[in-house]
């Protein structure tokens, strides 16, 4: 089969496409054959290799595992004898969960997974593409929202950074939960995101939301363009920031100081501040896949790829300014 695999960390041009068995699978495995997939940020780290601490995981002083891509849509090939929930031929979609994220492969024609990790059958109302642009950013906004956040019917939510992959999903999502929600975004997605639920938007070009005086019971912050003296001022006085994402400076330990700094900093202030990290599980997938199918939910895809340039559409997400997901098809 054909999938992208690199045998050394770097730039997207260590990439490649490549011929190599299909993965086999085990007893309570499900082999689906991919159709569609998409990238997310930690595909970009784990190619560089960077921050270094990430070679613990995925290995020193070379890539233990070669292949890329966590999120999927495709159709079932082969089941194995102990499975139960699935059959040949029903369209699935889901990927590995970041806690295997290791082992991810979804950049190739075939892939592997466990009948009872993150893998659900696709929702009717999706294509293949839009059901791969949902798991690990759909999740990852799911979670903030609703185990962070504790977001409520009312709540006033502000999502910064609402235009990029979790971010278009948060605004929905906190929209299904009856929230009125802000996006920040820039002048060219504006209408995006009123168009996908939004109440409010700022352009970040024209206005800094946290000087305006609004204040906000919830910010999901995707960008990370503030600092926390500032993100204060837009927060409620019993408000909650729940930092998803935002740049990543520095290649050792820096990357990693927001998960002890934050909470540090909730000891000394009435707002609660909570770092993120989503866990994949096929559960919030299901979740998931009851707001798609009743309308509350839908992937933004903003560019799609062939799976032979891989290298081209992790080079776009690594420039920071994508809109919604970007897809791979295979």
Aim: with cysteine; glycine share 12%.
């Amino acid at each position: 089969m054909k999938a992208i695999r690199f045998h050394r960390y770097g730039p997207p041009d260590v990439l490649a496409l490549e011929d190599v068995d299909p993965p086999v699978a085990g007893d309570d495995d499900v082999l689906v054959r991919v159709r569609a997939a998409s990238v997310n940020p930690l595909d970009v780290h784990v190619m560089r290799g960077t921050p270094y601490l990430l070679r613990m995981m995925f290995g020193l002083p070379r890539p233990k595992s070669n292949g890329l891509g966590g999120d999927m849509a495709g159709r079932v090939e082969a089941v194995g004898k102990n499975v139960t929930r699935f059959r040949p031929g029903d369209e699935v979609y889901g990927g590995r969960g970041l806690a295997a994220a290791e082992r991810c492969s979804a950049f190739a024609e075939y892939a592997a997974f466990h009948q009872d990790g993150m893998l659900r059958r696709k929702p009717v109302n999706l294509t293949f593409e839009e059901a791969a642009a949902v798991p690990v950013a759909a999740i990852t906004a799911l979670q903030a929202l609703r185990d962070k956040g504790r977001v409520q019917a009312g709540h006033r939510v502000l999502v910064n950074g609402a235009a990029g992959g979790v971010g278009t999903f948060a605004v929905q999502i906190a929209k299904a939960y009856g929230a009125e929600v802000t996006g920040v975004c820039s002048t060219g997605n504006v209408h995006l995101i009123r168009s996908i639920g939004a109440d409010h938007v700022v352009d970040y070009t024209r206005e800094d939301f946290t000087r305006v005086g609004r204040r906000y019971d919830l910010i999901v912050d995707n960008a990370g363009n503030h600092p926390l003296t500032a993100i204060r001022r837009a927060l409620a006085p019993k408000g909650v920031l729940v930092a998803v994402g935002g740049p990543v400076k520095g290649r050792w330990i820096r990357p990693f100081l927001g998960q002890v700094k934050l909470p540090a900093y909730s000891l000394v202030v009435s707002q609660a501040m909570r770092p993120m990290l989503a866990r994949g599980n096929g559960d919030d997938l299901a979740v998931l896949t009851g707001l798609i199918e009743a309308g509350k939910v839908t992937p933004v895809v903003g560019r799609t790829y062939p799976l032979s340039a891989v290298p081209d559409a992790i080079r776009h997400l690594a420039e920071g300014h994508a809109r919604g997901k970007v897809v791979i098809t295979v």
